[in-house]
């Protein structure tokens, strides 16, 4: 298992390129099975979660080329197996969003329930519900997730009772199929579903309010082949984004949109970051002192979770003492007991946690848990005195492409050791 050694104390200075958003590429490679002609996505990240969908991809029979790099397309029109591969499956993680696609399509799907995930139980009670509005028998059996529509899906209202960002991408893609008008209510507005939407039109889909609460789609119309370009990731610009005020440097994100970081910019701008639009991105500089401020996670546009463990880091040398709260993931603060060990004083309670800022961290050998709480350890150690050891990165792959190549160039020291 390979490991990154961080030594800390270099501001970071440079630019960044951004990757296409991982989270927007998983819902449209899974999309593809809709259609009987090829779908070509660019911007494609080069991150593991996307190489294992790829694979799943593969043992349902799509064509999977890659015609350059970061470019994909994928071929659903022959024969599809009915079943994918056990080990791939296991490797999977979002294989959910693979059922309302292959039930839209064939009229019938067999997925393996997702295994449970370090960050909470990640139920999918309303990926179901929304397929049996659609007219769809659900059982689960096995280990097994059984969906069957033999007479096809018909357009219904769908009413989220919370507004789930994969429930809401599994009712959109399955509605594409379904006859008739579907309605999805309590949407979730995420920049990822507005993409998937942009997607799903180009490949013929007729959809309305993508962004907003009340997503409209006609099912039902002809697919065409197609080619999208998927959006930058603003994890990954929000982790750089944190890289940069954490060090006290100065990076240009390249790609970034600040429209998809508002609440985030926020919390930077008031601990005292600088943040602007360029011609290419956003630059992010802090040239002065770090203030604590409170975090809430929320969804979109409230402050993303994916990015709470990394702005907590941050708020850990921060001066003052900020609350950061947790409202989307029940088990999100893995990082917390390893941010202690850098000597980080927080304190959890629950879903919240009190950080007390403390003016150094010390480095220190710590265990990666899940994808961000491992990025989360890597910018804590870049300001931490000393050596900072993280090991089991295979999690960072999962998400961020280049990360140690990434801050190597804007000055950081960090290695990452084979073995
Ligand atoms: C997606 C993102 C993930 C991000 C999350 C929230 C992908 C591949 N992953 O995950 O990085 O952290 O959105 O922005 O895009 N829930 C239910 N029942 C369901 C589905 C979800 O109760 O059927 C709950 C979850 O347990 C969680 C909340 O709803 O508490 C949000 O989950 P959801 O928005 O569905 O997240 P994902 O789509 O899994």
Redesign the pocket.
């Known amino acids: 298992m390979d490991r990154l050694i961080v030594r800390g104390g270099r501001a970071l200075e440079g630019t960044v390129d951004i990757a296409g958003a ?2 927007a590429a ?2 449209l490679i899974a999309a593809s099975l809709l259609s009987e002609q090829p779908l070509t996505l660019a911007n494609v990240p080069a991150v593991t ?1 996307v190489t294992t969908l790829l694979s799943l991809m593969e043992s349902y029979g799509v064509g999977v080329s890659r015609d350059a790099a970061h470019q994909v397309t994928l071929d659903a029109g022959s024969a599809i197996n009915a079943e994918a591969h056990y080990d791939v499956v296991r490797r999977a ?2 294989t959910i ?1 693979v059922l309302g696609p292959l039930l839209a399509r064939f009229g019938a799907a067999r997925v393996s329930l997702p295994g449970g995930c370090a960050i ?9 519900k929304a397929l049996i509005a659609l007219g769809a028998e659900v059982t689960v059996d096995g280990g097994y997730i059984v969906a069957r529509a033999p007479n096809g899906l018909k357009g219904s209202r769908i009413v989220l009772s ?6 809401t ?1 599994t009712a959109m893609m399955a509605a594409t199929r379904a006859r008739g008008e579907t309605e999805i209510l309590n949407a ?1 507005r ?1 920049p ?1 579903i507005a993409d998937l939407a942009a997607g799903l039109s180009a490949m013929g889909a007729r959809i309305e309010g993508a962004g907003t609460h009340r997503i409209m789609l006609s099912g039902d119309q002809p697919f065409r082949r197609a080619t999208h370009e998927l959006i930058p990731d603003r ?1 990954e610009a929000g982790t750089y984004a944190a890289a940069a005020a954490i060090t006290g440097g100065r990076l240009e994100l390249i790609g970034a949109r600040l429209e998809h970081l508002s609440a985030e910019c926020q919390v930077l701008e008031t601990a005292g970051v600088r943040i602007f639009p360029t011609d290419r991105g956003l630059m992010v500089e802090r040239t002065g002192k770090l203030s604590a401020v409170d975090i809430t996670t929320e ?2 546009p409230g402050f ?3 990015l709470q463990a990394q702005f907590m880091a941050m708020m850990s040398i921060a001066e003052g003492a900020a609350l950061v709260r947790e409202t ?3 088990n999100r603060f893995m990082h917390v007991p390893e941010l202690m060990r850098l000597g980080a004083d927080l304190t959890l309670q629950g879903t919240t946690v009190l950080v007390r800022g403390v003016s150094r961290l010390r480095g220190a050998p710590v265990m990666a848990t899940d994808l961000r709480a491992s990025v989360c350890l890597i910018l804590a150690g870049l300001v931490a005195e000393g050596e900072t050891v993280v090991n089991r990165v295979y999690h960072l792959d999962r998400g961020y492409e280049d990360l140690a190549r990434k801050l190597v160039r804007c000055g950081a020291d960090i290695v990452r050791v084979q073995g």
């Open positions: 991982k989270n998983l819902p979660d993680r979002a969003l909470g139980a990640r139920p999918i009670d309303l990926h179901l919370s507004p789930s960002v994969g429930a991408a979730a995420e990822e994890i969804p979109f993303h979770t994916d989307i993931f029940e």
